[in-house]
């Protein structure tokens, strides 16, 4: 081997150890901060956790997703690129992850909520601003995580569920809660507005969907019943006015006449 590579190596290794030394201590140190901030995050372009949910634009020209990464990213749908990214909360945990989004029909606001609280403060649901991307106000009154967010076909109100076992409907406004919708024993997996917004219909852990009227009392209209144990409802979906359609873990669809009467109560 040459001289000079021998008198290279050489140096390389003396500089080697320190400058491992110097990277792990600022690595302790951050995490030591982590409290504090400020944080380095490694950006990838995309998500780095578990996506939750998406939603597309009126227009269909861009989707949105939202992720265990406790971030928002705006997708440009025929590029495939990142228009936009919007961050929440940071730090380790469960604290800031989103788990439900929602888009105004006008595709002005966008909803997110999830473990987006604090202690003593409950969680909260955000409203954003989508053009600009920023934070105009926050809907609070969730005791646990949401797991479900619609806005009203005129945008003026949305329903939300949660793992509290309630879903509340609230006044988009005046960002006060106008009906809080108990009765499930369980999560409210899925809330959704009718497609004409006389009612709102929800989802549950304890096997049951429920259709409650949008009335100044939120009076519940009427409940159907899983036939088995097990199959809770995930997911609502809207249709024709004068039925709604949900889908059940399994592949299974069922649907429930508005007309009915209540059964399994």
């Given at each position: 081997m040459p001289l000079q590579a021998l008198?290279?190596?050489?140096?390389?290794e003396r500089w080697r150890m320190p400058v491992l030394a110097?990277?792990?201590?600022l690595l302790?140190?951050?995490?030591?901060?982590?409290?504090?901030?400020?944080?380095?995050?490694?950006?990838?372009?995309?998500?780095?956790?578990?996506i939750r949910s998406i939603v597309f634009t009126p227009d269909g020209s861009e989707l949105i997703?939202?992720?265990?990464d406790k971030t928002i990213r705006v997708w440009d749908a025929g590029t495939g690129r990142i228009v936009r990214t919007i961050r929440g909360e940071f730090g380790d945990g469960d604290p800031g992850k989103i788990y439900a989004l929602a888009l105004s029909r006008d595709g002005r606001l966008l909803a997110d909520g999830g473990r987006t609280g604090t202690a003593g403060q409950g969680q909260l649901i955000r409203l954003y601003d989508l053009n600009e991307g920023t934070l105009i106000g926050l809907l609070q009154g969730h005791d646990d995580a949401v797991l479900s967010l619609d806005f009203s076909p005129d945008g003026e109100r949305i329903v939300s569920g949660s793992t509290d076992d309630t879903a509340i409907i609230w006044d988009v406004a005046?960002?006060?809660?106008?009906?809080?919708?108990v009765g499930h024993k369980g999560d409210v997996n899925a809330a959704r507005f009718t497609a004409d917004a006389s009612g709102v219909v929800t989802a549950s852990d304890d096997n049951t969907l429920k259709l409650l009227g949008c009335t100044r009392r939120g009076s519940r209209l009427d409940a159907h019943r899983s036939p088995g144990q097990g199959d809770r409802p995930?997911?609502?979906a809207q249709g024709r006015p004068d039925r709604?359609?949900?889908?059940?873990?399994?592949h299974q669809v069922l649907g429930l006449d508005q007309r009915a009467r209540t059964e399994g109560d």
């Open positions: 008198k290279c190596q050489g140096r390389c110097a990277l792990l201590l302790f140190t951050a995490v030591a901060n982590a409290a504090e901030g400020p944080y380095l995050e490694l950006d990838t372009k995309g998500h780095m956790a578990l997703s939202a992720s265990d005046s960002r006060k809660a106008l009906h809080r919708l995930c997911r609502v709604l359609r949900r889908a059940r873990r399994h």
